[in-house]
């Protein structure tokens, strides 16, 4: 094999440029991620500036500043071997926060960056630029403010400004945004992997271990300026618990779409990058998006909510077809959790489970065996839908069990079951989940018991994620009225 290897060789004249025939060879093989071609870029460039300018060792530092910067970016994007990040999502964060956020889809940030921010135009397109002149500060013994002179102060007119001539890209433009690209790069990664972090809290890890359970969307940007600004872990902690509690009424219990208010909040994490506001802001921005638009009179307008749970309990599915059922369940179980020290369900247990197994169980199933006649015998088959659909009788279960086993009757379904040799074919709610064991704690499952435990989730969702609902409004959410109206979708 070695030995019918070809290799095409390319000399390139002095005046050719270098540069761009490596843009240019490379995207005929593997194409060139965008961060791969703004590394070169901004080596190209350095080699730019003429003398006046840039001398040759500040062009020799900043090629240096930019190696070691994207040597940091790519160690940082690999740390997790099995999941690696994506170059240009993170340029694309990094630009969002470093520079503008724009509406426009697909490769804004590198057409901004590549075409018209480093580009060779801006170093050879000189511009004047004023020269400040610093007043010497002298030191004065026994200097009494109220004898000092009335000589009036020269003042520089744009006339008489001294001036002196650079490039509209100057080195040092350069080698602040590359700094800022190496540093970010690290907070970028803990967003994604907060256990992983060396620098950060158990509380901020898991608040942010939160945020991408609930999914971060279009806020990781700003996260990673915030991990990345100077401030105590109480106000960033703040921070992170307001964003997941946005994105929980907004986008699960609300239906906005998923770009709501995305344009604002890009926008702030550009601005916080730069100083230019605070967290406590921040916080204030976040609850007021939610006041103007999910709110009434103090109380969260749960008639969205409701609206989308009457499409999915007309379609059979019931609270199990809401987006939001997986992350509030595990949210109730870790309550749970707090009262005990044992860890019984991780979250990715929620999200493997094959075709043919569940990870939440309908207690009372939507195929009921004949033993759980008893219990629902006399409603009609459209009650004992929305019964086994409504948010008390759905549970989630410490390990995964085969679909046909969660027709099992109630008392079977407490303890754990067996097959022929022996072997456990199912935990037991006894020896479950603590939301389990909270269950088994009912002698029998009857729709008493369903409202009762519905109405305890949806006071755990007004705790957990401090809103107030409407005495109507819980009952409505149960979906367990004999006969449901139509809701009104016409505001």
Excluded: C
Aim: net charge negative.
């Amino acid at each position: 094999m070695t030995k019918r290897l070809l290799f095409n060789e390319y000399a390139i004249d002095d005046e050719f440029d270098v540069f761009v025939a490596f843009e240019t060879m490379n995207n005929r093989g593997k194409k060139l991620s965008d961060l791969e071609l703004l590394k070169n870029r901004l080596i190209y460039i350095t080699t730019l500036y003429r003398d006046d300018q840039l001398d040759k060792a500040g062009r020799r530092s900043l090629r240096e500043d930019i190696n070691d910067a994207w040597k940091e970016v790519y160690y940082q994007l690999g740390r997790n071997k099995a999941k690696p990040l994506n170059d240009d999502d993170f340029l694309r964060a990094h630009w969002i926060s470093y520079f503008k956020y724009s509406r426009d889809t697909g490769r804004d940030y590198a057409r901004f960056l590549l075409d018209e921010h480093f580009t060779p135009l801006r170093i050879q397109e000189l511009v004047e630029r004023d020269v400040r002149l610093d007043a010497v500060d002298e030191q004065r013994s026994d200097f009494d403010p109220e004898e000092a002179d009335d000589e009036p102060l020269t003042i520089f007119s744009s006339q008489n400004m001294p001036s002196i001539k650079g490039s509209k890209l100057s080195g040092a433009d350069i080698r602040n945004y590359v700094a800022s690209l190496r540093v970010s790069a690290g907070h970028w990664f803990n967003s994604y992997y907060p256990y992983l972090a060396t620098d950060m809290s158990d509380s901020e890890k898991a608040a942010i271990d939160r945020l991408n359970r609930i999914g971060i969307g279009y806020f990781r940007p700003l996260v990673m300026v915030i991990l990345k600004t100077v401030g105590s872990e109480s106000e960033r902690l703040l921070i992170f618990n307001k964003v997941e509690r946005f994105i929980f009424i907004a986008f699960r219990l609300g239906t906005a779409r998923s770009n709501y208010r995305s344009s604002e909040f890009y926008n702030l994490a550009r601005v916080l990058d730069r100083g230019e506001t605070t967290l406590d802001e921040i916080a204030e921005r976040l609850n007021a998006a939610l006041s103007y638009a999910f709110y009434q009179d103090g109380k969260l307008r749960a008639d969205e909510f409701r609206n989308v749970l009457f499409k999915k309990f007309k379609e059979g599915t019931g609270y199990y077809g809401w987006s939001g059922l997986r992350y509030f369940l595990y949210e109730y179980e870790q309550s749970l959790l707090s009262l005990s020290r044992q860890q019984k369900v991780d979250w990715s247990d929620l999200l493997k489970s094959k075709n043919d197994r569940i990870s939440i169980e309908h207690v009372y199933p939507q195929t009921p065996t004949p033993e759980w006649e008893l219990s629902f015998g006399n409603m009609s088959a459209k009650t004992k839908e929305r019964y086994a659909g409504s948010i008390g009788n759905l549970l989630l279960l410490s390990m995964s069990i085969n679909s046909s086993l969660q027709n099992d009757a109630f008392l079977a379904k407490k303890q754990p079951k067996f097959d022929v040799v022996g072997n456990k074919i199912r935990n037991g709610y006894s020896d479950g989940s603590h939301s389990e064991i909270e269950v088994a704690a009912n002698n029998e499952w009857g729709p008493g018991q369903i409202r009762s435990r519905g109405l305890r989730l949806l006071a755990f969702m007004e705790r957990r994620w401090d809103i107030s609902l409407m005495d109507e409004d819980r009952e409505k959410l149960l979906f367990l009225d004999a006969v449901e109206p139509e809701p009104d979708t016409a505001r």
